[in-house]
């Protein structure tokens, strides 16, 4: 009966790893879905232009 709940117990660990690494992906998913769009809304203003409203030291 013991090896039962030892398989139980590895059953969940196993379970919950898969789980943690389910939700792992779906966050760098979410991470380089926001970096695309920031990218996508500073592409405008990475075409070069001189911005004036900097200081030069």
């Known amino acids: 009966m013991g090896i039962w ?3 139980g117990v590895f059953l969940l660990v196993f379970i919950f790893g898969a789980h943690q690494l389910v ?3 779906r966050e760098k998913q979410k991470r380089e ?3 695309a769009e920031q ?3 500073e ?3 990475a075409s070069g232009t001189v911005n ?3 200081r030069s030291e």
């Open 52 to 54: 004036d409203t900097k």
């Open 43 to 45: 592409q405008p203003f």
């Open 5 to 7: 709940v030892e398989l």
């Open 23 to 25: 939700d792992l992906k």
């Open 39 to 41: 990218q996508k809304a």
């Open 33 to 35: 879905q926001r970096r």
